[in-house]
């Protein structure tokens, strides 16, 4: 999570390729969007032939098939195209290593194109909640989170420091992805989520084939109760959608429904305490200015003050491969 080094100042040019660096994701943001990888499956086509199967202009197919050439995605012999190596692995609709969250990466982009209006007016424009922003929205964004849960969880249960077996509450838990983790490893693990989402958390874990069962709870955990007697209450990509007075409410509401004892688990982007860095967090302020009413990247400093404010002791930080955690304890 290191920053980006900077544009050397003598070349203009390297402000153009930065500023210009939509182009090559919105390229291959609109084949997957088209599904075009998904015709390539295995088989080498004309430009043509793709532009048939996926109902789309056969000169414009073209010259966005070439662009992927030129980009290293797809391949192109004696005018036929098709998948390269990451292509076939990762953008194939069905196979395992599909990368279905590209799909929220595709809607980002519409709300990263009023970043200059959100920073004029301080904040996104208005826009439906979560839970009312359609089927496809919802699917796109709970496959983002879970690829990168997924490969997130194994390592947020091993610095959690619980012992065997807790009962772990994964408070906005989505796919489940880190409730599925825990219960692997020998504890209790519940989610809680939106009652538009559970349906997804079930379906997640269902295909996990997990030896022991994992509890799905629905309810908005803003307003309704979360239960009580846990021994960990695990808050995963949850703090950054919220302004700092409601993340005060939420952990105090997270630490009252745990067991004498037990622990809160904040994971996040932290930004440096000067705001200065490192990148991705930085980046990640901007997308919650674009994406929601108040959300930000915080400090682990205040994160610490909210754990603290709510009884916690024995405040810790623990920085991992792709975010950060801060573990308090009652």
């Not at 939509?22 to 998904?38: C, G, K, Y």
């Not at 908005?220 to 993340?247: F, K, Q, R, T």
Request: charged share 20%; net charge neutral.
């Amino acid at each position: 999570m290191g920053r980006m080094s900077r544009p050397d100042a003598a070349s203009p040019m390297a402000l153009f390729e930065l500023a210009s660096a939509f182009q090559r994701s919105r390229v291959l943001l609109t084949a997957f969007e088209l599904d075009l990888f998904t015709v390539l499956n295995d088989q080498a086509l004309t430009s043509a032939e793709v532009a048939a199967a996926i109902d789309a202009d056969p000169r414009a197919t073209d010259r966005l098939m070439n662009a992927l050439v030129a980009l290293g995605v797809l391949d192109k012999e004696e005018g036929r195209f098709a998948n390269g190596p990451l292509a076939s692995r990762h953008l194939v609709r069905g196979k395992p290593g599909f990368l279905a969250g590209l799909g929220h990466t595709a809607n980002l982009w519409h709300t990263w194109s009023d970043l200059t209006g959100a920073v004029r007016r301080g904040g996104a424009a208005p826009r439906p909640p979560i839970n009312e922003r359609g089927d496809d929205w919802l699917r796109s964004f709970i496959a983002a989170m879970h690829g990168r849960a997924t490969e997130a969880a194994p390592e947020v249960v091993a610095l959690s420091g619980l012992e065997k077996p807790s009962r772990v509450l994964d408070l906005g838990g989505g796919s489940g992805a880190f409730a599925m983790a825990f219960a692997r490893a020998g504890h209790t693990a519940v989610v809680f989520d939106l009652p538009n989402v559970v349906p997804l958390t079930r379906s997640y874990v269902s295909a996990g084939g997990l030896a022991a069962p994992v509890e799905v709870m629905a309810g908005d955990y803003l307003s309704d109760p979360i239960g009580e007697g846990y021994d960990a209450v695990l808050l995963s990509s949850v703090i950054h959608s919220h302004p700092p007075e409601v993340n005060r409410r939420l952990i105090a509401k997270a630490a009252s429904a745990l067991n004498p004892g037990g622990r809160i688990i904040v994971r996040d982007f932290l930004i440096d305490e000067d705001r200065r860095g490192p990148l991705q967090p930085a980046l990640f302020a901007l997308n919650m200015l674009v994406g929601t009413s108040g959300g930000d990247t915080y400090t682990a400093s205040e994160v610490r003050g909210w754990l603290l404010e709510a009884g916690c002791r024995d405040v810790v930080r623990r920085d991992t491969a792709t975010a950060s955690l801060v573990i308090g304890r009652l």
